[in-house]
């Protein structure tokens, strides 16, 4: 169990060693996933500015809490 707030880690049992092969191609899939994560991660900061610029030609607040706890909540809600 790691600090609050981790997802609880399964314990894996291995009957052999692991190969040199298959960490490395659990190491690329792991780089794969960090390149996609990175790609959605610049995709939602664009998305981000473009509504912070609307708002701001609406004359509307940058920040809404309603919206922020909203999508903490929906995000917690799908870790559950």
């Given at each position: 169990s ?6 609880p ?9 692991m ?19 990175l ?6 900061i664009?998305v ?13 607040p ?12 929906r995000?917690?809600a799908?870790?559950?």
């Open positions: 790691g600090p609050p707030g981790d997802a880690r399964e314990r894996v049992v291995r009957s052999a060693p190969s040199q092969d298959e960490v490395e191609r659990l190491r690329a899939e792991i780089d794969g996933i960090d390149d996609e994560l790609a959605l991660l610049a995709r939602r664009e981000v500015r473009e509504l912070g610029r609307a708002k701001r030609r609406a004359g509307r940058a920040v809404d809490p309603a919206r922020e706890r909203e999508i903490v909540e995000l917690a799908r870790q559950a």
